[in-house]
Structures are given as C-alpha cells and as structure tokens.
C-alpha cells in the first residue's frame, strides 16, 4: 500500500471511531497528542524540585551565565520602550537587526546578506522553527549526543525519528566517530542536528570532522542545523568556534541557528537568529508569523547593542570562563572516583562518578544531603548516564566550595 493510501486508510478509521464513540454518546478522553504526551519530563526540573524553598543550596545546574546583562544593552531596550516601539513589526526582524547580524555572520564566517537572516524569539524557537520548515512526520532525523534535551526532544514534537550517535569519552577528551556517523547518516535521512560546541560535553567538532560531515550531507542531499549556540564560548585559538559556516557554499543545505542568551549574557531576554540559504527566508516569514508573528521591537534593539558594541562582555566572559574551567578540572581530578576530560568550549563540564549507575538519584542525593546542585547526565540522554554536569559560569570561591561539598559526598 502507498504511504498516501495508507494515511487516507487511517483518516478514515479515526472519523468511523469518532463517529462511532458518539453514537454511543462517548467521547475520547482528553488528551494531548501521542508525540508530545512521549516527550520525556525534564529531570533538571525534576532536580530543581527537590530543593524548592532551600536557601543553602549551592546551585550549578542551570546553564546560564552568573551576571546581568550589561548596563549598555539594557539601555538599548529601555530606550526603545521609552519611545513607545511596543508595536508588532516584521516577522523576520526589523531590517536594522538583520543587517548587524549578517554583518557580524560575515566578519566571523562568510558573506551573507540581510536576507538570509530571521530574527527569532531565542535559540530555542530558531531550532523549533528551523525543524517546522523542513521536518517532516516520520522523517529520520541524526543527532550527536549526549545533547541539551531540547534537541533532542523538537524532532520529536513534529514526528520525526531520532536516531543518535554517542560521542566517546576518555579523561583526555570527548571524540566523534566520524565513520560511525557518516554511517547512519543514510540516504533518505532529513537532517543531522549538530550541537558543536557541545551541551554538555564541550566537545568541539574540527575542521577536518566538519570537512567530512559537510561532503558526505551534500552527497546524500542531508540537512546540517548547526546550533552554533556557544560558538563564541570556545577556548581554542581565535575564540570562534570552527562553524559550517565558514566552509559550506551557496547552495548547501545549511541552517545556523544561534543566540544571545549565551555571549551577550542575555538569557532572559529570549532572542536569537538563523541563517539559512538564499530563497529559505520567505517561508520561514509565514512560519515565524504563524509562531510568535514577531520579536518585541525593544528586544532586537538590545540585540543591535550586543551584536555591534558586545565584543568587549565576550572578550570578557571568554576570560572569566576559560579561568573558571581550568580551575574546575583541576580540583575535580583531585575528587576520588572523578573522571573529567578538559571541554574545549561551552560553560560546562561534564564529569563521570566511577561506579556510580544512576544519576538523578545521585544529584538527588546531593542536592538533599549536601546543598549541592548539579544536573544529571541522564537528562542529556541514556549515553549521559553515569556523568554529572557543572555549569563553571561562577566565581572561583563558589566553584571551590561546590568541590569540597563533592568531595564529602563521595568519601
Ligand atoms: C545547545 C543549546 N542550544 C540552544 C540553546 C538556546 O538557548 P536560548 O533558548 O536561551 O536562546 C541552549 C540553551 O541552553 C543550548 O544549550
């Protein structure tokens, strides 16, 4: 049977049902739709539930920087509602935003123009739109993992199949398999989404993985989403992330999606972009107004503020962190049971506890008998079990003091 009559074939069972249920004067119970009723719980939010009105607790397992936005950019926002922009505007972004993004995209990568950027409602809406355009039910989508749970959970939500591939892990450093996943990156496969730096490992794709990947998805017609998210957060020489970015062309199937959240240190704010391939801009338009419609106009122009006089809070984060990274591998290899390789980017470490089977049971523990707050690997996916994450966005004496605290629990 085609794919087509098979559908029309199910169509017309769930209406002979449905009609059948109210004859008998029966309805269906209410409920949510199959694929989001299967999306797997947040267990940070399971964890975070357990040290609900503690003020003791040490906290480390949210990945987000520990400081304000700077004041520069908040006045760019405060302006604007000043003057009144509290309007709807473009649905892909007001044209000022977009060329300061294509301009910044084009110092940092490749020349690209104002029209292949949208303006979205953070990085995590540019993912979920990214996925709208192009995924569709019962597409078979590729993913590295362990991954950020948002990832992997989007493809989910429009019906896709997630197959993942495992990063390896020694104390020296988190590897890709290049041919492993080449090899399920199959004909017939919609998309790979690549994570890189990496949530939560920090592990960073290379040129040469890039190289190989890139060739292989052009070959085989495969989309790469590149979630360029801590791109800037790298401690490799030139602080730039290697992205698909800078070596794809014109034609390729390519989506950069990125954010502020990370760099600019605003979280909050929820503003983010993508890039996409000439000719992409005008559907993800329809998308975006279908979605949120816009970005708040206030937002973007504290976006402008990041995206054109930030350099310096990057310059600044990338220091601080790169400090607070070293500082943390250094005393968690001195933790019995430890194991922990140096992440080349990000804001996290992701640390194995020898002998240790479960995870959120494990920061459970913690949270409970020491105020100590990480997140469970297992929330990263079944290859995350066994690790523990530490977000090192925090002043060294703090970082210290978490150590110790681990130090006792696992004496
Ligand atoms: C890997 C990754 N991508 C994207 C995002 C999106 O961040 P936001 O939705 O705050 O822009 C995050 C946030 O933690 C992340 O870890």
Redesign the pocket.
Known sequence: MTSAAASAQREWFKSFLASLLAKLGLVAPLSAREAVRSLAASKIRELYNEGLGRTDILAFWV?EPDEPTPDFIRQAGTDSIGAGELFYTHNLGIPELREALAAYTTRLHRRTDAGQVAVTS????A?MLASQLLVDPGDRVVEVVPL?P??QEIPKILGASVTTVALDFTPEGWTLGVDKLLKELKPGTKALYL?SP??PTGWTVTRDEQKAILEHCRRHGIWIFA?D??ERLYFGSGGVAPSFLDIMDDGDRVIS?N????SWLM?GW???WLVVPPGLAADLGKLIEYNTSCTPVFVQRAGIAAVTRGEPVIARSLERFRRARDFLVKELRGVPKVEVAVPDGTMYVFFRVRGMMDSLAFCKRLVREHGLGLAPGAAFGPEGEGFVRWCFAAELDRLGDGVARLKRALV
């Open positions: 990945g953070a990085g995590v809406n993912l950020w948002n990832l994570n990496n949530n979630d998210a801590y999606t954010t502020f959240s990370k979280t929820r503003l983010g």
